[in-house]
């Protein structure tokens, strides 16, 4: 059984594997305040692995190299949680919105809105998320509402700023065809798309925000990918980061006016070359491919990165 180690014998310990430590003293500090387990996981492109699963670092290995790996993951994960977020509020929004202008504000209490045997399970969730008993909800606006209005039950778009993303994907899941229709509409993907959609946003949502490795990760669940979107969109690539990009950039172009994340995912790709984009699953050229090429506001011959800035620029033309 493992024991615990203090840093400074994870130290001895990586540099008996073969790691290039540098500056001892800076390798205990990420090792005391971002520990060792996590940054493990930033190991195995710099390792031969060994049949126990172990693995001494290959020759030259650095710790600057792996920590540059961890800090570009993290920075990973910034540009996903600010597309992540303002798609989840466009969806929370369209949702409540299509469906309170169809059916009325209280169209969750409506079971025949949504397949008949999961409606309690959706009213269930409903109840223990707005929490209107005794006023001890910690809503601020919900207590105002119940104290205003005998109807136990908030509007939709109030129920709606209290429900977690993945309840929000439930709702949508069990609604009828023809209302997930209503909605899907909006953003231009067929119903069963959506949905596909909409349980890998949640699921990539959860990752960010738990922290967890993103850059050469293989998704557990994979979204269905749009005919439309299959040039840019190979299917070898549907559960890496790339095949997430391709989804959220499809829908920051629908949900965000005037968006620049291409621009930013292409600045912070350039910022770390030595990032193999085959473990991310961009296939080669992908800054070409149509889909990507009219979405950046740099043109891929024009576009530098600003050392200060790391974002894009122009380059001056030479005529």
């Known amino acids: 059984m493992k024991q615990p180690l203090a840093p400074a014998e994870l130290v001895a310990l990586l540099r008996s594997r073969g790691l290039e430590v540098g500056d001892e003293s800076r390798l205990t500090?990420?090792?005391?305040?971002?520990?060792y387990f996590r940054l493990s996981g930033y190991f195995p492109p710099f390792q031969v692995r060994r049949e126990d699963g172990g693995g001494a670092f290959r020759p030259?290995?650095?710790f600057s190299q792996i920590l540059d790996l961890y800090v570009f993951d993290r920075k990973v994960r910034l540009l996903l949680i600010d597309a992540l977020e303002r798609i989840e509020v466009a969806i929370r929004t369209v949702i409540s919105d299509k469906m309170s202008l169809a059916h009325g504000a209280f169209w969750l209490n409506n079971d025949t809105l949504f397949d008949k045997p999961h409606h309690p399970e959706i009213v269930e969730q409903?109840?223990?998320s707005i929490d209107l008993r005794d006023g001890k909800t910690h809503h601020a606006f919900l207590k105002h509402y119940s104290r205003k209005y005998a109807n136990i039950y908030p509007p939709s778009w109030m129920v709606f700023e209290t429900l977690s993303f993945g309840q929000v994907s439930h709702i949508y899941k069990r609604l009828r065809g023809c209302n997930q229709k209503l909605i899907s509409d909006e953003f231009g993907l067929?119903?069963?798309?959506?949905?596909?959609?909409?349980h890998v946003l949640w699921f990539s949502r959860n990752v960010v925000a738990h922290h967890s490795r993103v850059?050469?990760?293989v998704f557990t669940i994979q979204p269905k990918i749009p005919r439309k979107l299959s040039e840019a969109w190979p299917r070898e690539a549907a559960n890496r980061f790339y095949g997430l990009c391709v989804m959220i950039n499809y829908l920051m172009d629908v949900v965000a006016d005037g968006s620049r994340w291409p621009d930013r995912l292409r600045s912070l790709l350039m910022e770390y070359p030595e990032i193999p984009l085959a473990q991310m699953g961009f296939p080669e050229g992908w800054t070409g491919l149509e889909y990507w090429k009219r979405r950046f506001s740099v043109a891929e011959d024009a576009a530098v990165l600003c050392p200060l800035t790391n974002s894009l620029c122009y380059t001056p033309n030479s005529d």
């Not at 067929?190 to 909409?198: H, K, T, V």
């Open 29 to 35: 500090h990420y090792l005391t305040y971002i520990g």
């Open 215 to 217: 850059w050469n990760r």
């Open 190 to 198: 067929d119903n069963a798309f959506f949905e596909s959609w909409l």
């Open 60 to 62: 030259g290995t650095t």
């Open 126 to 128: 409903i109840n223990a």
